[in-house]
């Protein structure tokens, strides 16, 4: 199975702040990867397919990065509602497999 | 508007069975994967299993082999999961999700899960 490694596994970011989560596969899955933001006791949230395509009605703030083993979620200015666990789940093969999350938090 | 909703969750007794079902509404069925996922608590997001459309597809991650079934009823627009021989790291929240391929500009086709139901808590324990 494709191995997926996020980081950091936590981030304390400031409202207004750029902040940047980075997912990194255990061999390559070419752009097949997507981000998901998960509130407490709630779904997940598709953000971002494709590595890089935003998902229909998800802010603009969010935007995706990479190929190959390395991929980028960054949020150009974090707002209150951003403040979540986010996960990479590569659909490159199967099994599919998720990160282990990063939980960003309000400093 | 599409929905999911799940049921069947319960606390059971290590070795016991379970099936949790997913009452979908608001899109074409039978045109879609569909998936279950789940999720421990206080850890992170796994993928359980899928199935295509018409039922002639069917993944499982390894942990649930031989235990666990995937099965739909297009006439009723549900999903399901058949939980055998559970086991006490099977306790999680359990997902169900639509499966849709979205394609880029190249034509290259991405699996994604759009829409997620709200989750059905299974407890495995004696």
């Known amino acids: 199975a494709i191995q997926m490694t996020q980081s950091p596994s936590s981030l304390s970011a400031s409202v207004g702040d750029r902040v940047t989560i980075v997912c990194r596969a255990s061999?390559?899955?070419?752009?097949?990867l997507g981000w998901y933001q998960q509130k407490p006791g709630k779904a997940p949230k598709l953000l971002i397919y494709?590595?890089?395509n935003l998902q229909s009605g998800v802010s603009s703030r969010f935007s995706g990065s990479g190929s190959g083993t390395d991929f980028t979620l960054t949020i150009s200015s974090l707002q209150p509602e951003d403040f979540a666990t986010y996960y990479c789940?590569?659909?490159?093969?199967?099994?599919?497999?998720f990160g282990q999350g990063t939980k960003l938090e309000i400093k | 508007e599409v929905q999911l909703v799940e049921s069947g969750g319960a606390l059971v007794q290590p070795g016991e069975s379970l099936r949790l079902s997913c009452a979908t509404s608001g899109f074409r069925f039978s045109a879609y994967w569909m998936a279950w996922f789940r999720q421990a608590p206080g850890t992170g997001l796994e993928w359980v299993a899928n199935?295509?459309?018409?039922?002639?597809?069917?993944y499982y991650v390894d942990s649930v082999k031989g235990r666990f079934t995937i099965s739909r009823d297009n006439a009723k627009n549900s999903l399901y999961l058949q939980m055998d021989s559970l086991r006490a790291q099977d306790t999680a929240m359990y997902y169900c999700a639509r499966d849709v391929n979205y394609s880029d500009a190249g034509g290259h086709y991405f699996d994604v899960f759009d829409t997620w139901g709200q989750g059905t808590m299974v407890t495995v324990s004696s």
């Open positions: 789940l590569q659909d490159y093969s199967y099994p599919r497999t």
């Open positions: 061999q390559g899955i070419r752009n097949d």
């Open positions: 494709g590595a890089s």
């Open positions: 199935i295509k459309g018409d039922g002639s597809a069917i």
